[in-house]
């Protein structure tokens, strides 16, 4: 089991073992723990499990906050919007048409990537040794490199 007050695994030369970004993040859309890729992420739609059930990485200390909100924004803003455009341009339909059309694809469109998107930022905080993941509190971090506390 992964202990929050140990330091980062060493291999050798004294440097912490690598964690991929883009593999820690794809496995965190994934909804699999970004540490060894097999266990649950989630264990409720958008609440993460303390601990990985296979590997014992500690979830609980994840600040994902309103990140993956503004990021399902963006991208499904910018799809919709694209394919409002598009559509405007070829029919001719009444504001209520679309309001009918484009109001449930934005609802289930948020509702499908917003599960990943958060899993893919925990993925990004736990490959940069962030909020925790490293070992080290944010304060300690805050500390260490010679930051202050607000």
């Not at 993956?68 to 405007?88: E, K, N, R, S, W």
Request: aromatic share 8%; proline share 7%.
């Amino acid at each position: 089991m992964h202990n929050p007050s140990e330091q980062p695994v060493h291999y050798g030369g004294g440097k912490p073992a690598e964690r991929p970004v883009m593999r820690s993040i794809g496995r965190g859309m994934r909804n699999t723990c970004p540490s060894c890729g097999t266990g649950k992420l989630f264990r409720a739609f958008l609440k993460p499990v303390d601990q990985c059930a296979v590997c014992g990485e500690e979830m609980h200390h994840h600040r994902a906050d309103d990140l993956p909100a503004y990021l399902v924004i963006f991208v499904v803003g910018h799809v919709l919007l694209t394919g409002y455009m598009l559509t405007d341009s070829i029919f001719v339909l009444s504001p209520w048409a679309h309001l009918a059309i484009w109001v449930p694809l934005a609802v289930l469109a948020a509702l499908l990537t917003i599960q990943p998107i958060k899993g893919g930022v925990i993925g990004l905080q736990w490959a940069q040794r962030m909020h925790g993941f490293g070992g080290d509190s944010d304060e300690d971090a805050m500390r260490r490199h010679g930051g202050s506390d607000p």
